[in-house]
């Protein structure tokens, strides 16, 4: 085993523990976005301002946001051992683990739909994953690439903040993580130029820009995460960041940064393959998962 080998299963270790990191911070924040939301049951749609600000007074909020703090050191430092269409898939895990804890935690019993939804998340995940891990190497990111990278995420930031702000109120969960999700590939992407760029003391005005990027990303993803938790259980929330984000960071490491030249015809179609696999169980997840039938139950009977 070379040195690149080893550091990669070190990278895959750290991507698995910052994806068990990522489940308990999901279940602390959604338990508090639940009782903070009054109208969880009555109606789908997004929190308010008001609603937002006090969750920072919430100590189960607080330990959530900790534990997704911790996650995210870890996810950063196996970007930095590994390429990004390597890492950021193996995060699928916190799926899972978010499931059994979110179980357990309504005394929801999963029924065999869910657990089919979920299981064809992990497995296209864990496939894409598995074919990556054959194909992926470190690219160079230059400033062409990245200006594409930022130009894309700059019309997107304000696509998505313009839909919010008009439409927010009537979105369902699915949207709210879709939106997430989307934001959070590029987090990831945007994470692993910034450090290869201060590693090489390239700390200029793209970098800074980079920066700024990512800091807007974060900040409207996790007000569209926040939304989702008060109109959808967690794991669906979660189902949607692991694969939803990983397909994003993965694509931009493909296409735009060069991570995946070696790949041949037979693994482009694997991948095709895995990732609709992977969505088909997040959108099944939101039709079947027993919680929002719950939900839905309790809605028409309120009406």
Request: charged residues 10%.
């Amino acid at each position: 085993m070379g040195p690149a080998e080893g550091f990669r299963f070190l990278a895959i270790a750290l991507a698995v523990a910052a994806a068990v990191a990522l489940s308990y911070g999901a279940h602390f924040q959604n338990a508090a976005v639940v009782a903070d939301s009054k109208q969880k049951t009555k109606k789908q749609g997004g929190l308010s301002v008001k609603q937002v600000l006090a969750l920072l007074s919430r100590p189960k909020w607080l330990s959530g946001t900790a534990f997704m703090v911790g996650g995210i050191a870890l996810q950063l430092a196996a970007l930095t051992l590994a390429p990004l269409i390597v890492v950021q898939p193996v995060g699928a895990v916190a799926l899972v683990i978010t499931s059994i804890l979110n179980a357990r935690e309504t005394k929801t019993k999963l029924t065999r739909p869910t657990i089919i939804a979920i299981s064809l998340c992990t497995l296209g995940i864990a496939a894409f994953v598995g074919m990556a891990s054959g194909v992926a190497h470190e690219a160079v990111i230059n400033d062409d690439r990245l200006r594409q990278v930022l130009g894309v995420l700059i019309v997107i930031l304000v696509l998505f903040g313009a839909l919010f702000f008009t439409f927010g109120k009537k979105a369902k969960a699915l949207t709210f993580v879709a939106g997430a999700g989307v934001l959070y590939g590029f987090v990831a992407t945007l994470a692993k130029v910034v450090i290869q760029r201060v590693y090489q003391h390239q700390f200029e005005w793209l970098t800074l820009l980079c920066l700024l990027a990512l800091i807007g990303a974060v900040g409207l993803g996790g007000w569209f995460v926040q939304n989702a938790y008060a109109s959808g259980p967690p794991d669906l929330v979660i189902a949607g960041l692991t694969v939803i984000d990983p397909l994003v960071a993965v694509s931009i490491g493909i296409f735009i940064l060069g991570e995946a030249q070696s790949a041949n015809l037979l693994t482009v179609i694997g991948w095709i393959i895995a990732a609709i696999i992977a969505v088909v169980g997040v959108y099944l997840l939101s039709k079947v998962h027993p919680e929002l039938a719950t939900k839905v139950r309790s809605r028409k009977h309120l009406l």
